[in-house]
Every structure is written in C-alpha cells, then in structure tokens.
C-alpha cells in the first residue's frame, strides 16, 4: 500500500507598514507564503501551489497578494524558498 497526500507549509517572509482596507490604519501587515507540495510517505515529492497573503496585525485582515512582487519586496525569502526545496 502506498500512502500519499499534501503538505501546507506556512512561512512569515516580513512585515510592511500601509493603510488597511478593512481597519483603516496604517499599521504593518505580515506577508504569508504558503506552498503546498503532493507526498508519498509524508515525504514531500514535488510543489503543488504556492500563494502569498497579507494579515494586517491590528484587525486580522487577509488578502491575497502577487507572489513576484512579494518575492521584490522580500528578496531574501525567494532564495530561502529555492533551498528549502532542494532539501
């Protein structure tokens, strides 16, 4: 039998201070990017999907956000993410 499935995993790439839509003050929102890879085993075989959210910290808003200009924004997280994948 074999056994196989998906994986979530979350990392926080940084903060950025703007206005949010929902609360409507400038606060900082942590940017969230979530990659989902299929397993075998529990053993993460290949990505699936990978997004990137924003949470504003005061109110908990969350909205969806472009994963090029997430990776501009935090530049160091991109390179983190293509060794993370090798391992």
Not at 12 to 40: N, P, W
């Amino acid at each position: 039998m074999i056994i196989t499935g998906y994986r979530t995993r979350k990392n926080a790439l940084g903060q950025l201070m703007y206005t949010c839509d929902k609360c409507q003050q400038r606060t900082y929102h942590t940017f969230i990017r979530t990659r989902r890879s299929f397993t075998v085993f529990w053993i993460p075989l290949f990505p699936l999907a990978k997004t990137t959210t924003t949470r504003c910290n005061v109110c908990g808003f969350q909205t969806y956000f472009d994963n090029k200009k997430a990776d501009e924004y935090f530049p160091q997280a991109g390179k983190q993410e293509g060794h993370a994948d090798h391992s």
